[in-house]
């Protein structure tokens, strides 16, 4: 068998990430976080995070990973931070100068907040955050990683493995660099003391990238070598059904004081690592049957659907726009901070974050797409679903 070049659910799982991040943000906004099991639920729908972050580390690493099944170089640095760079950059940026130019902010604004808007880099102190970008901070530590991903691969594949096809090396070396998320998580909390912004940054969820790399490891393992594979990867392909039962459970869990308060202040060591490990196993128990098993099934079907692929195509921008939009809707609905119907609030936001994602899509993403094309063939990867 040779390696995957598609894996049409997961689009869909993206598109569940974002829906999930737009009702947390709705819930937060109309004051429905607390200490209930309805308000603990609504938090935790952040989880959608964790999707987008354990997708990249899947999706990106692949390259390196297939070069190395291969025998061969690995993928070429420079193309892949020039997709990566036009592939985040244009639509953030439009959003960005729309955000500057129509909303008022007390945080993060002069010369000196857009420069650091433009570069991503507004979570490196407190009060940088404007309004309407909030939620920017997971694209902020998400470039990191990708700046960072081709030293990760170098060390992986290229030093740890010896440029050569050893999936157990790499397995553990994607287990060290996830590690170092729990080494982080004691030492932030019991030695040194960062500032609150310091909550924002990779250390604290290189864990789920890393997730996603190990998980990329597993995946060509069984498309190129099914019988030398990992035993359990057969069972979980081939139950994708209960692979998401066991998912809603490990966030049920999440949804319980085990796992912290539901607040924006850093939670305890205890709670907050227990929050952040069950965020990783739902998310790899939701994406990895989508991943070992890609052709549609009965049970994953309504994942891979036309219309949840085609919401997961504009996931990114829905995304980008839904806090301006959120921001909006308040005010239209005239409501104050934490107050008003989350239902209410939530459809409203979505219903006009949808299309105006299309439109931004459409707009800057497919011509800026074909441009980041013509600098040279990319290598094979799995399509249609775009990091």
């Known amino acids: ?48 995070v964790a999707l987008f972050f354990v997708l990249s580390g899947f999706l990106l690493f692949r390259p390196w990973l297939l070069a190395a099944r291969a025998d061969a170089d690995g993928p070429s640095v420079r193309r892949y931070l020039w997709h990566r760079t036009l592939r985040i950059l244009p639509a953030y940026w439009v959003v960005l100068l729309v955000a500057f130019a129509l909303v ?20 490196y102190g407190d009060d940088q955050q404007r309004t309407g970008l909030t939620q920017m901070w997971s694209l902020a530590t998400e470039v990191v990683f990708y700046l960072l991903l081709p030293v990760f691969g170098w060390l992986l594949v290229a030093v740890l493995a010896g440029r050569r096809w050893r999936p157990l090396r790499i397995l553990a070396g994607c287990a060290a660099l996830g590690g170092l998320t729990v080494v982080w998580y004691v030492a932030t909390r019991t030695v040194v003391t960062f500032d609150i912004s310091s909550v924002f940054w990779l250390p ?7 997730a996603g790399m190990a998980l990329a490891v597993l995946a060509v393992w069984w498309e190129t070598d099914r019988e030398r594979s990992p035993a359990v990867l057969r069972t979980v392909a081939a139950a994708p059904g209960s692979c998401w039962v066991l998912a809603g459970c490990l966030i049920a869990v999440a949804a319980t004081p085990v796992a912290g308060a539901a607040t924006l202040v850093p939670l305890p060591l205890g709670e907050a690592l227990t929050k952040n490990l069950l965020y990783l196993a739902a998310a790899l128990a939701l994406i990895a049957p989508c991943v070992l098993r890609p052709e549609l099934t009965a049970g994953t079907r309504w994942v891979g659907g036309s219309a949840m692929r085609w919401l997961g195509a504009i996931s990114y921008e829905i995304f980008l726009v839904h806090i301006l939009v959120l921001e909006g809707v ?11 119907s989350t239902l ?11 299309p105006l994602a299309w439109l931004l899509y459409r707009t800057v993403e497919r011509p800026v797409r074909r441009l980041r094309d013509r600098v040279g063939s990319a290598r094979p990867e799995p399509r249609p679903v775009r990091p």
């Open 204 to 210: 604290n969820y290189l864990d789920w990238f890393a």
């Open 344 to 354: 209410q609030v939530f459809v409203l936001t979505l219903a006009v974050s949808v």
């Open 330 to 340: 308040m005010r239209v609905l005239d409501l104050e901070t934490f107050t008003g």
């Open 104 to 123: 008022p902010s007390v945080d993060g604004t002069g010369p000196q907040g857009l420069l650091r808007s433009l570069t991503l880099t507004q979570i």
């Open 1 to 48: 068998m040779g390696p995957v070049t598609r894996y049409p659910a997961l689009d869909g799982i993206r598109a569940i990430a974002a829906i999930g991040v737009v009702a947390t943000h709705a819930a937060y906004w109309t004051g429905r976080y607390g200490p209930d099991t309805g308000g603990l639920f609504l938090a935790r729908l952040d989880f959608g």
